[in-house]
């Protein structure tokens, strides 16, 4: 018997222990990917509603009613306003800023500015007659 060679069975253990480490490197950067993947994620699903929000404003703005009109006459006088609605609650800061006027063509611009995440907003410039 002092002649045979024995066959080995199984793995070594310095073999588990590499193979370990190349499983936890490659764990830690696919969750890394996977954790910024979700954070951009939100951040265009965020950005995509305060679009959508934004344009919902805008066509509001168009319309002739009592509350545009004295919103209009304020945004002349004072230069900007402060929008409320139903629609922004406390998620956004909606603020109208006059950027010039053309006769009765007036220019201005629609921000909405996410209330949770202040660097995130949305900008339409937009225009109007006026009486």
């Known amino acids: 018997?002092?002649?045979e060679i024995k066959m080995k069975r199984g793995f070594m253990l310095v073999e588990?222990?590499?193979g370990l480490?190349?499983?936890?490197l490659v764990s830690v950067t696919s969750y890394n990917l996977l954790k910024s993947s979700f954070a951009n994620t939100e951040?265009?699903?965020?950005?995509?509603s305060m679009t959508y929000t934004c344009q919902e404003i805008v066509e509001e703005l168009k319309s002739n009613t009592q509350k545009n009109e004295a919103l209009f006459t304020e945004l002349l006088t004072n230069g900007s306003y402060i929008y409320t609605s139903d629609k922004i609650e406390n998620k956004y800061i909606c603020e109208i800023k006059l950027n010039k006027i053309e006769g009765e063509l007036i220019y201005y611009t629609?921000?909405?500015?996410?209330?949770?995440r202040p660097e995130m907003e949305v900008s339409f410039e937009c225009s109007r007659f006026i009486k």
């Open 21 to 24: 480490a190349i499983f936890g």
């Open 43 to 48: 951040k265009t699903e965020l950005k995509l």
């Open 1 to 3: 018997m002092s002649g």
């Open 16 to 18: 588990i222990i590499v």
């Open 110 to 116: 629609c921000t909405l500015i996410s209330a949770l």
